[in-house]
């Protein structure tokens, strides 16, 4: 059997039905596909007069749909014939309005009611999403049914079921253009339709939250059971179970919360021990502000024609207040990566991240209005570029660039006038952590400042010959006095070139000679 949804309102969405005669176009066009299946079912009755007897229309089994699945056609087109004549009739009342037109218009409708019950009876035997579709189709016609005949609450269970049914099959559909039509009937049928019925009843709340509370209220026991068949988290009444906070304060402001999964999630969040918590526990709980801000968003969206101005407020006043958690989550997150961090480039990107985060705080609407809050911002950001730019001056330190890290250790210094007013999520930051920068500061200005002099004499006092590669850096004028050292002259030294060496070694050998006549020398 195809998509039930797709086969009625699909059609009807297709065909751009606007004026009654659009409507009565169609059924026309629907009275012949009935037809046609009657024939080809062979469910027509030719003897008139003994019709009730003979007609096997109204007797089609469960046995007959599971052998052929186009008996529970019938069933599904003539429950759509009956509820097109009735929005024709509703058409035509725009112009005309009486009395019989209206119990007709009731009646077509709960005769359309009536044999989409019959749907429901003989696809019993029916699983999956075409199951869930055949429910969602009888209870919009159940709550078009008690919208014209104003039983509200029955309307809003009605409308309720068919939400939360068909935002389950939202949630496991992966066919793009059944995900377009389930979005098509959710925003121009059921969710205008549980408006309607919540400011008759004054009922308050997100359309989430109402039809989970409301679904279970079992005023049309046909349909109920659909219940069973979808996850138990879309229909999940939260606010049943567990005491919610009502009430969010930001600042000197404080608004309601009217959308209970808001509140759960926030209460959840609120819970949580993060004093222990690494930067992946963090990341878990960006993770669940983004939730919260998705939802809202959602709803926002929903809601953005509401006229009340007192919603207004409430919707921006929480916006601001997750925006706000949500920033100073990431940016915590971010100051504990900082701590596992040893390279300074990875760290000093860091710390550009966090300014622009701070950037955005500051943006955020109502803070601009807080004095207290708007200079403490300024001081946290003045203070993490404190902190960005002594990881640059360490960088140039480290690399014996003294005189450039001087300079922006004084320019730190010179521009250090911070100051918190007002507490930041999470213990951030806190004035007597200032106070220890500065301290530390001063400390690295006063070290920066020895080893740049310690530089500066170095390069005076090199040997010339220390290093053959390596040459004094000073100028030559600076260069030590050269003075004269004292010493021993030595005149062998200054003469010994003009020895005649040949005639002094002839003498010595004719000496020896002479020597050797006398016995040991003594006698010639």
């Known amino acids: 059997m195809d998509s039930p949804l797709n086969s009625t309102i699909g059609a009807r969405m297709s065909a751009y039905l606007i004026t ?39 007797k089609i089994t469960k046995e007959q749909f599971e052998l052929n699945d186009k008996y529970g056609l019938i069933y599904l087109y003539l429950a759509e014939r009956d509820l097109l004549y009735a929005l024709e009739l509703k058409n035509m009342m725009e112009i005309e309005t009486n009395k019989s037109s209206i119990n007709l218009i009731k009646t077509k409708l709960k005769r359309s009611l009536q044999h989409s019950y019959k749907l429901l009876d003989i696809t019993n035997n029916l699983k999956g999403k075409t199951k869930v579709e055949t429910y969602i189709y ?31 099959l939202l949630s496991i559909e992966s066919d793009e253009f059944q995900k377009t039509l389930y979005n098509e009937i959710l925003e ?51 606010s049943s179970e567990i005491e919610l906070i009502r009430q969010i304060k ?51 969206e929903k809601n953005q024609d509401d006229d009340d101005l007192d919603q207004v407020q409430n919707r921006a006043i929480l916006l601001t207040y997750v925006n706000y958690n949500l920033l100073f989550t990431k940016l915590k997150r971010d100051l ?31 803070v601009y209005n ?63 952590e200032i106070a220890i920068f500065k301290q530390q500061l001063k400390s690295k200005l006063l070290q920066n400042q020895i080893n740049s002099q310690f530089e500066l004499s170095k390069g005076f006092e090199g040997y010339t010959i220390e290093n053959m590669n390596k040459y004094p850096s000073g100028p030559i004028i ?3 006095k050269l003075q004269p050292i004292q010493c021993k002259p030595v005149l062998f030294d200054i003469g010994y070139n003009y020895i005649n060496y040949n005639s002094v070694n002839r003498k010595n050998e004719n000496q020896i000679e002479t020597e050797k006549k006398g016995f040991f020398g003594l006698f010639k």
């Open 478 to 480: 600076n260069l030590t």
């Open 250 to 300: 930001w600042r000197n402001h404080s608004a309601e919360i009217y959308n209970d999964e808001i509140a759960f999630k926030i209460m959840e969040i609120n819970k949580e021990n993060w004093q222990g918590f690494d930067g992946n526990q963090f990341d878990c709980l960006i993770t669940k502000w983004l939730q919260i801000l998705e939802l809202h968003k959602l709803d926002n």
């Open 336 to 366: 504990l990566l900082i701590g596992q961090l040893k390279d300074k480039k990875d760290i000093i990107r860091l710390f550009s991240g966090i300014i622009i985060i701070i950037e955005e705080l500051k943006e955020l609407p109502g």
């Open 370 to 432: 807080d004095e207290e809050l708007s200079e403490s911002l300024e001081s946290l950001e003045k203070f993490y570029k404190a902190k960005k730019n002594v990881e640059i001056a360490e960088c140039y330190q480290i690399n014996g660039r003294y005189k450039e890290s001087l300079k922006i250790y004084k320019y730190i210094l010179d521009d250090f006038d911070i100051n918190y007013k007002t507490q930041f999520p999470f213990e951030l930051s806190t004035n007597e």
């Open 20 to 58: 009654a005669n659009d409507y009565k176009k169609q059924r026309k066009r629907l009275n012949k596909k009935l037809l046609k299946l009657r024939h080809d079912l062979n469910l027509t009755t030719q003897d008139t007069k003994n019709y009730k007897d003979k007609e096997s229309q109204s």
């Open 138 to 168: 009888s209870s919009l016609i159940a709550g078009q049914y008690s919208t014209t005949a104003k039983k509200w609450k029955n309307a809003l269970n009605s409308f309720s079921i068919a939400k939360c049914s068909l935002d389950y």
């Open 188 to 238: 121009t049928l059921i969710e205008p339709s549980l408006n309607l019925s919540m400011s008759q009843l004054e009922l308050k709340g997100d359309l989430k939250t109402i039809s989970r509370k409301y679904s279970h209220d079992e005023k049309f026991p046909q349909i109920s059971p659909v219940l069973k068949l979808i996850d138990v988290e879309f229909t999940k009444d939260i």
